[in-house]
């Protein structure tokens, strides 16, 4: 399986960007497409969106479709998220996942998990 680790979070306002990075190890990451997910406190781990192995399809959640942008460089066993117009609402604690299987938005799906990076959207 590959190993993911997450960079890129931070404090940032209301109105802001971020981009986060997910950097793989250990395995064939273009055999994976690729996923970023968010958890809250207390609350279920939530499907943000999904990449395929080529990065040639994208899927986002209806919070995120037009404002975050998912991407890879297989060359550099990276996926990306882009986020801007940041909400508070987004705070969050953000993980990527890589499934074997295909792109997908099931928690169930995805074999690998990053340990994940807070994001933290001020007013």
């Known amino acids: 399986q590959v190993q993911l680790v997450e960079s890129g979070g931070g404090m940032v306002q209301a109105g802001g960007s971020l981009r986060l990075s997910c950097a793989a190890s250990?395995?064939?990451?273009?055999?994976?497409?690729m996923g970023w997910f968010r958890q809250t406190p207390g609350k279920d781990r939530n499907f943000v969106a999904a990449?395929?192995?080529?990065?040639?399809?994208?899927y986002y959640s209806d919070s995120a479709k037009g404002r975050f942008t998912i991407s890879r460089d297989n060359a550099k066993n990276t996926v990306y998220l882009q986020m801007n117009s940041l909400k508070p609402e987004d705070t969050a604690v953000y993980y990527c996942?890589?499934?074997?299987?295909?792109?997908?938005?099931?928690?169930?799906?995805?074999?690998?998990w990053g340990q994940g990076t807070q994001v933290t959207v001020s007013a």
């Open positions: 990449i395929t192995w080529t990065g040639s399809s994208t």
């Open positions: 996942a890589a499934n074997r299987a295909g792109l997908g938005t099931a928690i169930a799906g995805y074999d690998s």
């Open positions: 250990g395995g064939r990451f273009d055999e994976y497409a």
